[in-house]
């Protein structure tokens, strides 16, 4: 029988997304995608569309790269030459983090040199996350490449050419569902901003910048950690890493305990309706009805028929009743693991609502 067998590569894309050594990525690609925002002034479809390009673009340059990893492993290189030269990739690319965003903060604006396309409405900047999706790829090289190298690369020797794609397709859909919901998420988020909270656009930006030079000081401790492990296996831990790392292992098990298909499934549901809700201004009545079609067919297959609710509505509903014991926790336990994610949420929720609540006021 024909079985692809595509849930664990596909989970394995999504893990692969917050593995220990490019987990400081993430906050730095919010921090990169903010700072480098130049639809502020366009309309909502057009941020929604860019937000979903460079998504696409950050994504497909980090499994190119593990594409390529694959093939110069089987051909070139080995695994282990491979692992000794990426730490010192990690040290210098947080470096130039560190640089870009301190240029940020004193006001400067920093040209990144490299090839632009000549037209194509934000097309300007699709080289410089391309770039950053090869930057966070070598950055993750060293704890991602061998599961894929044996799961993914290996199962075109395994399986065939046919079910080894499949297998990489499946990968990088898991891996590109988190960058795309977080990138639309910004996007829609920034543009609510501009649109009515106009005065706090500085803040964020200054927060974004932030962002990067943090995550450059983590690559470059990283890194550092790496290189001293690597001529001295005995080398005491580190407790920044250990902290992000300790962070790390909680959300992967999380994800391997609620279903890697489940949660790809409801990342990719998120990523879909806000696509259509973002772009329907543009579209014809016709079409938005048709597109609003195709949405509430997803959610309906996707939460009623496969879930039955437990997909996001119930577990979202059963997190909302939770939520003042998990705030009461936070002067309980301040160590605990999930403490700043939950602030996170609580401040971006906060937030989402007074977007909402502030045009009623505005019209009374």
Same mark, same amino acid.
């Given at each position: 029988?024909?079985? @692809?067998g ?5 989970t394995?894309g999504?893990v692969?997304?917050?593995? &220990?050594c490019?987990f400081a990525m993430?906050?730095?690609?919010i =921090?990169?995608?903010?700072t480098?925002?130049?639809?502020d002034r366009?309309d909502r479809p057009?941020?929604?569309?860019? =937000?979903? +390009?460079v998504?696409?673009?950050m994504? =497909?340059?980090?499994v190119l790269?593990?594409g390529?990893?694959g ?8 695994e282990?030459s ?5 730490p010192?990739?990690t040290v ?9 965003g ?5 006001g400067?604006k ?9 037209r194509g409405?934000g097309? $300007?900047e699709?080289?410089?996350v391309?770039?950053?999706g090869?930057?966070?790829a070598v950055v $993750?090289?060293g704890?991602?490449?061998p599961?894929?190298l ?5 199962s075109f020797?395994r ?8 297998t990489? +397709?499946?990968?990088?859909a898991?891996?590109?569902?988190v ?11 920034r ?5 009515n ?7 964020m ?11 450059g000081a983590?690559?470059?401790?990283y890194g550092?950690?790496e290189?001293? +492990?690597?001529r001295n296996p005995?080398?005491?831990s580190?407790p920044?890493v ?8 909680h959300l992967a098990?999380?994800?391997?305990q609620?279903?890697g298909a489940?949660?790809g499934l409801?990342?990719w549901?998120?990523?879909?309706t ?5 772009i329907g201004p ?5 079409a938005?009805?048709? =597109?609003?079609?195709i949405v ?7 939460e009623?028929?496969a879930?039955r609710?437990?997909l996001v509505i @119930? &577990? ?5 009743m939770d ?7 936070w002067?309980?336990? &301040?160590g605990r693991w999930?403490?700043?994610l939950e602030a996170?949420?609580t401040l971006?929720?906060?937030?989402? +609502?007074?977007l ?7 019209r009374r």
């Amino acid at each position: 029988m024909f079985d @692809l067998g595509l849930t664990f590569p596909f989970t394995l894309g999504l893990v692969t997304a917050i593995n &220990p050594c490019g987990f400081a990525m993430l906050p730095t690609w919010i =921090g990169y995608f903010l700072t480098g925002d130049a639809a502020d002034r366009e309309d909502r479809p057009e941020q929604v569309l860019r =937000g979903l +390009l460079v998504s696409l673009v950050m994504a =497909g340059a980090f499994v190119l790269v593990f594409g390529t990893l694959g093939l110069a492993v089987t051909h070139l290189v080995t695994e282990e030459s491979v692992a000794r030269r990426t730490p010192w990739i990690t040290v210098l690319i947080g470096l130039l983090l560190i640089g870009y965003g301190l240029a940020l903060l004193t006001g400067r604006k920093v040209r990144l040199p490299i090839p632009k396309p000549r037209r194509g409405p934000g097309s $300007s900047e699709l080289w410089s996350v391309f770039g950053f999706g090869v930057s966070y790829a070598v950055v $993750s090289i060293g704890c991602a490449a061998p599961i894929f190298l044996l799961q993914v690369a290996g199962s075109f020797g395994r399986d065939g050419i046919l079910e080894g794609t499949a297998t990489y +397709l499946a990968f990088a859909a898991g891996m590109t569902a988190v960058v795309a919901s977080l990138t639309l998420s910004l996007a829609l988020a920034r543009g609510g901003l501009v649109r009515n909270l106009r005065r706090l656009l500085p803040f964020m930006d200054r927060i974004a910048t932030l962002a990067l030079v943090l995550g450059g000081a983590y690559l470059v401790v990283y890194g550092i950690y790496e290189i001293r +492990l690597l001529r001295n296996p005995g080398t005491p831990s580190n407790p920044v890493v250990d902290a992000v790392t300790d962070l790390q292992t909680h959300l992967a098990n999380w994800v391997a305990q609620t279903g890697g298909a489940r949660v790809g499934l409801a990342l990719w549901l998120v990523v879909l309706t806000a696509v259509v809700w973002g772009i329907g201004p543009a579209l014809t009545g016709e079409a938005r009805r048709t =597109g609003w079609t195709i949405v509430g067919a997803a959610w309906l297959f996707g939460e009623g028929v496969a879930h039955r609710g437990d997909l996001v509505i @119930l &577990p979202v509903g059963r997190l909302a009743m939770d939520w003042p014991a998990r705030i009461a926790n936070w002067i309980d336990a &301040p160590g605990r693991w999930a403490v700043p994610l939950e602030a996170l949420l609580t401040l971006v929720t906060l937030a989402t +609502l007074v977007l909402i609540v502030r045009p009623v006021f505005r019209r009374r």
